[in-house]
């Protein structure tokens, strides 16, 4: 049975930094690009990042790319999002997937698993 389990959300003043992990049993996890997505209330699902599966390559999207990094460690089957300079807008519930697909990373269908999702609430 494959889980995914973030943790590592909380409260953050805006400008203060927060790192959030996603640890995974159940699956190869070194074979699966992890992207992280977000929600926010009243909004879609967001796209955040992700890393491909062998730490080559990463994808942000563009209202991150300067501020987060993702990191994984495969021997721990953890991913990580590393979160600096968090806006009140970065507040919402953020989830950790997995996906065989690199070329769709962004794309929330062609992740196959997703974690239960930790908040994260930046103050102004």
């Known amino acids: 049975q494959v889980q995914l389990v973030e943790s590592g959300g909380g409260l953050v003043q805006a400008g203060g930094s927060l790192r959030v992990s996603c640890a995974a049993s159940?699956?190869?996890?070194?074979?699966?690009?992890m992207g992280w997505f977000r929600q926010a209330p009243g909004k879609e699902r967001e796209f955040v990042g992700a890393i491909n599966k062998n730490s080559v390559s990463t994808e942000y999207v563009g209202s991150v790319a300067d501020r987060f990094t993702i990191f994984r460690d495969d021997a721990k089957n953890t991913v990580f999002l590393q979160m600096n300079n968090l806006k009140p807008e970065d507040t919402a519930v953020y989830y950790c997937?997995?996906?065989?697909?690199?070329?769709?990373?962004?794309?929330?269908?062609?992740?196959?698993?997703w974690g239960q999702g930790t908040q994260v609430t930046v103050s102004s």
């Open positions: 997937a997995a996906s065989l697909k690199w070329s769709s990373s962004a794309s929330p269908t062609e992740y196959i698993y």
């Open positions: 159940g699956l190869t996890f070194s074979s699966y690009i």
